[in-house]
């Protein structure tokens, strides 16, 4: 498919079967992650995979929607700001955040690519998150991906027309 096909195909999926997610095709996801472009190749972010219950209800009430322990796989996307690229020669823009995001696009288009849906998920306790993950001081959990098998279609995409969003040579 064409990378366009694939873009338009993504969208967030709120209801999952049961179905397991293939060990090769998570690390394929991951490697998605993991090859993705950062500022100088810093890579300042962890992925933690949980598939356990017990983590996946710790996870859970950190965000009770009703889907989301329908999910069997959740990638907690943690970033680590101090070994983020800084811009300090102009005003002090850490890309840590911005490079961990990066990596979660593309998990969530491999995701699309293997057939398995994703929900990209910011709205969680992250105090909660972090003690139940276990996080160390200096790491913070930015989003959480689910991934597994879509039992819905997803919303249809509703997008502004590029003449909105897009200027050429100046405002």
Request: glycine share 6%; aromatic share 8%; net charge negative.
């Amino acid at each position: 498919m064409k990378f366009i096909e694939l873009a338009e195909k993504r969208c967030s999926i709120r209801s999952y079967t049961s179905e397991p997610v293939a060990e090769e095709v998570l690390q394929e996801i991951l490697q998605a992650g993991n090859l993705a472009p950062t500022a100088k190749n810093l890579q300042p972010f962890q992925f933690v995979v949980v598939r356990a219950a017990f983590g996946l209800d710790a996870l859970a009430a950190a965000y009770p929607a009703p889907f989301f322990r329908e999910a069997p796989v959740a990638v907690v996307v943690c970033v680590e700001s101090e070994k983020g690229w800084v811009r300090n020669r102009y005003d002090n823009k850490n890309y840590a955040e911005v490079d961990a995001a990066i990596a979660i696009d593309h998990m969530t288009l491999a995701a699309t690519d293997n057939g398995l849906g994703s929900c990209w998920i910011g709205a969680f306790d992250p105090a909660m998150v972090r003690e139940a993950m276990g996080l160390p001081e200096g790491i913070e959990p930015l989003a959480i991906l689910l991934l597994g098998h879509p039992k819905e279609k997803g919303r249809e995409k509703v997008r502004k027309p590029l003449s909105e969003l897009v200027r050429y040579d100046h405002w």
